[in-house]
């Protein structure tokens, strides 16, 4: 939360040039206060476990966030029970007359196909399409990444020669920007996928800025022009074990697969990993509530601009 403090202090321009998030008393006082607003579209198969790994960062914050879920009409999950998906999550039919201070877009195990392949990539423009003049910043994540760069800005992703699996380095590349407060400029974060997006893309694309990179892992956060959209391609929010999980998946279904980089000690899978992103995946998300919906978003919602593209 910001320090508040008065408007003519001295300390305000040093704690400003610091990037220490202050309140002067004047907005304090005239501040409107309401719980936020976040919807997620959930479009991973194993939707319980991802709505309670997002619901974990999300709710490590003092700021009040009303939760909804949503899935696709246009494809039936196999992996959660129906029971589960009509008590608790909507379709976009059922709530495209709403407006949200935010929204998250999931990845999806299906990188490795093209975009117009995807049963409900019609469904996904369009609620991407709505976004912009009913939610008042969207954070995309791995294949939701992805998706929204191609929808938004025609930047389509490439396959990799071997999966980008495992924990990697990250460095940050703009220097006091808000989603990154309280980053170190090197960290560590989880990724899973087979496809990537070309940076050179991204850099000439005026639109976009790159907030952090990884020299092994590619692109890792990138933000559109104001702050509305932002596109992480790994997963922050994953638990300790998520890799783990994935891994003896596939070793159990005689797949080949790698054991994933800087996870196991010693690249032992018998040995417990070591949580060396949490941190870092719990302030992305505090950072991305406060400075980016709390901090922003009007008291009405009905009020918002339309996101820049």
């Known amino acids: 939360m910001p320090i508040r403090i008065p408007d003519s202090l001295p300390a305000a321009r040093t704690?400003?040039?610091?990037?220490?998030?202050?309140?002067?008393?004047?907005r304090a006082a005239t501040q409107d206060i309401r719980p936020l607003r976040i919807i997620?579209?959930?479009?991973?198969?194993?939707?319980i476990e991802t709505e309670t790994q997002l619901l974990r960062v999300l709710g490590n914050s003092p700021i009040q966030v009303d939760i909804e879920l949503m899935q696709t009409s246009t494809h039936v999950s196999k992996n959660t029970s129906q029971e589960h998906l009509l008590k608790f999550y909507k379709t976009f039919d059922q709530i495209k007359d709403e407006y949200y201070d935010g929204m998250i877009i999931t990845g999806a195990p299906i990188e490795q196909m093209d975009f117009e392949e995807v049963d409900y990539w019609p469904e996904l423009c369009e609620i991407m399409e709505w976004s912009c003049?009913?939610?008042y910043s969207t954070m995309h994540v791995c294949w939701g990444a992805q998706a929204g760069l191609y929808y938004h800005y025609g930047i389509g992703k490439r396959a990799l020669p071997a999966k980008t699996f495992g924990i990697f380095k990250h460095h940050t590349c703009v220097e006091n920007h808000r989603l990154l407060r309280g980053f170190d400029e090197v960290f560590w974060a989880p990724h899973s996928?087979?496809?990537?997006?070309?940076?050179a893309l991204v850099e000439?694309?005026?639109k976009l800025t790159i907030l952090a990179r990884s020299e092994e892992a590619g692109l890792f956060i990138m933000a559109n022009r104001d702050g509305r959209c932002f596109f992480?391609?790994?997963?922050p929010e994953y638990d300790r074990d998520t890799l783990a999980k994935e891994y003896f998946r596939d070793v159990n279904k005689g797949l080949e697969i790698d054991v994933p980089c800087n996870?196991?000690?010693?690249?032992?899978?018998?040995?417990?990993?070591?949580?060396t992103w949490r941190g870092h995946g719990h302030l992305l998300y505090a950072n991305w509530l406060n400075y980016f919906v709390y901090q922003e978003t009007p008291y009405d919602p009905k009020n918002m601009p339309p996101q820049g593209k």
């Open 15 to 26: 704690l400003e040039s610091e990037n220490i998030f202050i309140m002067t008393e004047h």
């Open 40 to 47: 997620i579209l959930n479009l991973m198969p194993t939707k």
């Open 133 to 135: 003049t009913h939610v």
């Open 193 to 199: 996928r087979h496809t990537d997006i070309d940076p």
């Open 204 to 206: 000439a694309c005026p």
């Open 232 to 235: 992480v391609t790994g997963h």
């Open 263 to 275: 996870y196991f000690p010693d690249d032992d899978p018998n040995k417990q990993p070591l949580y």
